[in-house]
């Protein structure tokens, strides 16, 4: 059969006679498109007539987009329902879409389909938020890194000149330099540093500036697609700001994370329930290249969760640290992410 391929021409009608790609007929390349990844398709589109009516055949796209993807088309604004075409439809969800009052934004992953999300602190339930004493809401180029993920946890966002010649992929992994990628250095077993977002999705970040009593609540309802699916908050020590273009922090209001450690929960409406405790702050200690875990952004995973079915599914998730025998501060919050736990597994295989 291979020797057979390699006599077919792209070109056709060349007056040879012989056989050409063109003259496979398009139901043929469809089906075979259905075996490929999205990105795979679009580059055979550009072959000729017949692969480029194929990759734009609605029985192609329909196997890639997830099996709830009406749905999520009834969340997002009105002019995503006006889509008919499956393979435009794939487009416009690939790229980050917010909704829910700009507060939530989700995306597929470009080569799985699978579905991501994140949401911003100011769709979370904060004890005391309303009380400028203890919380700020502080205004950011660096909300929400682009497709991060994560053990406790995945470090994004320390200095700058770190990054400058390494990528990762959407996943928050190394990789070699992936078209849009980040900047990744590996600083311990399930850590990364990622680079800051160049396109922030929410425009704020929760500042907690000292409380005894921190607790953070989150409630989504949401169509999630049958998969397993893992949960992480991204977090930062100490109080960030731009000087001279590069990332400075300061840590005057950072304490009382290093005493008790905070406990991170997740629940879905099924019965499935995750939890896991972690001290956020360890002052005295580095890991063995020399990082601390102040200073940049680091996603902690809360755990992982299934879903079988297309119902939509209410997931509760939440971060606290009641002991109140000693204040605690100089802490940001900014977002949940949520993505297929596929993704990051085979991530972590191409460390």
Same mark, same amino acid.
Not at 173 to 198: D, T, W
Not at 282 to 290: D, F, R, V
């Given at each position: 059969?291979? +020797?057979?391929?390699?006599? =077919?021409?792209?070109?056709?009608?060349?007056?040879?006679?012989?056989?050409?790609?063109g003259?496979?007929?398009?139901?043929?390349?469809?089906?075979?498109?259905?075996?490929?990844? #999205?990105?795979?398709?679009?580059? =055979? +589109?550009?072959?000729?007539? +017949?692969?480029?009516? !194929?990759?734009?055949?609605?029985?192609?796209?329909? *196997?890639?987009?997830?099996?709830?993807?009406?749905?999520?088309?009834s969340?997002l #604004?009105?002019? !995503?329902?006006?889509?008919?075409?499956?393979?435009?439809?794939f +487009?416009? =969800?690939?790229?980050?879409?917010?909704?829910?009052?700009?507060?939530?934004?989700?995306? =597929?992953?470009?080569?799985?389909?699978?579905?991501?999300?994140?949401?911003?602190?100011?769709?979370?339930?904060?004890?005391?938020?309303?009380?400028?004493?203890?919380?700020?809401?502080?205004?950011?180029?660096e909300?929400?890194?682009?497709?991060?993920?994560? #053990?406790?946890?995945?470090k994004?966002?320390? !200095? $700058?000149?770190?990054?400058?010649?390494? %990528?990762?992929?959407p996943?928050?992994?190394?990789?070699?330099h992936?078209?849009?990628? *980040?900047?990744?250095? @590996?600083?311990?077993?399930n850590?990364?540093?990622?680079?800051?977002?160049?396109r922030?999705w929410?425009?704020?970040? !929760?500042?907690? &500036?000292?409380?005894?009593?921190? @607790?953070?609540?989150?409630?989504?309802?949401? #169509?999630f697609?049958?998969?397993?699916?893992?949960?992480?908050?991204?977090?930062?020590?100490?109080?960030?700001?731009?000087?001279?273009?590069?990332?400075?922090?300061?840590?005057?209001?950072?304490?009382?994370?290093?005493?008790?450690? /905070?406990?991170?929960?997740?629940?879905? %409406?099924?019965? &499935?329930?995750?939890?896991?405790?972690?001290?956020?702050?360890?002052?005295?200690?580095?890991?063995?290249?020399?990082?601390?875990?102040?200073?940049?952004w680091? $996603?902690? *995973?809360?755990?992982?969760?299934? /879903?079988?079915?297309?119902?939509?599914?209410?997931?509760?998730?939440?971060?606290?640290?009641?002991?109140?025998?000693?204040?605690?501060?100089? *802490?940001?919050?900014?977002?949940?992410?949520?993505?297929?736990?596929?993704?990051?597994?085979?991530?972590?295989?191409?460390?």
């Amino acid at each position: 059969m291979g +020797a057979s391929l390699s006599n =077919l021409s792209v070109d056709v009608g060349d007056g040879s006679g012989g056989p050409g790609l063109g003259d496979i007929p398009e139901s043929c390349v469809a089906c075979v498109f259905t075996y490929l990844t #999205p990105p795979e398709i679009c580059n =055979l +589109a550009r072959l000729n007539r +017949a692969f480029r009516g !194929a990759a734009s055949s609605d029985s192609v796209w329909e *196997l890639k987009l997830p099996p709830t993807y009406s749905q999520l088309l009834s969340l997002l #604004p009105p002019g !995503a329902s006006l889509l008919s075409k499956k393979k435009d439809i794939f +487009a416009f =969800l690939s790229r980050p879409v917010p909704f829910d009052d700009l507060y939530k934004v989700l995306w =597929l992953d470009t080569v799985t389909g699978g579905v991501c999300l994140s949401v911003s602190a100011k769709a979370m339930a904060i004890t005391g938020i309303e009380d400028r004493r203890y919380w700020s809401w502080i205004p950011t180029q660096e909300s929400s890194g682009f497709h991060s993920t994560h #053990p406790c946890g995945w470090k994004s966002g320390q !200095a $700058e000149h770190m990054h400058e010649k390494s %990528s990762i992929s959407p996943y928050g992994v190394k990789a070699k330099h992936s078209p849009g990628g *980040l900047g990744a250095i @590996e600083v311990a077993p399930n850590e990364l540093i990622l680079k800051p977002a160049k396109r922030p999705w929410f425009q704020v970040v !929760a500042f907690l &500036q000292q409380i005894w009593w921190f @607790e953070v609540q989150g409630l989504i309802k949401f #169509p999630f697609p049958p998969g397993v699916y893992s949960l992480s908050f991204r977090l930062h020590l100490g109080k960030f700001f731009r000087r001279l273009g590069r990332h400075v922090c300061s840590y005057d209001q950072t304490h009382g994370w290093d005493l008790k450690p /905070v406990r991170f929960d997740l629940s879905t %409406s099924d019965g &499935q329930n995750v939890s896991r405790e972690c001290c956020l702050d360890e002052p005295e200690s580095s890991n063995y290249m020399g990082f601390c875990k102040r200073g940049c952004w680091i $996603e902690y *995973l809360v755990g992982d969760f299934v /879903v079988t079915g297309s119902e939509t599914l209410d997931l509760r998730f939440s971060m606290k640290q009641i002991d109140c025998t000693h204040s605690k501060g100089g *802490l940001c919050v900014d977002s949940v992410s949520i993505m297929p736990s596929e993704l990051r597994d085979r991530a972590l295989k191409k460390l």
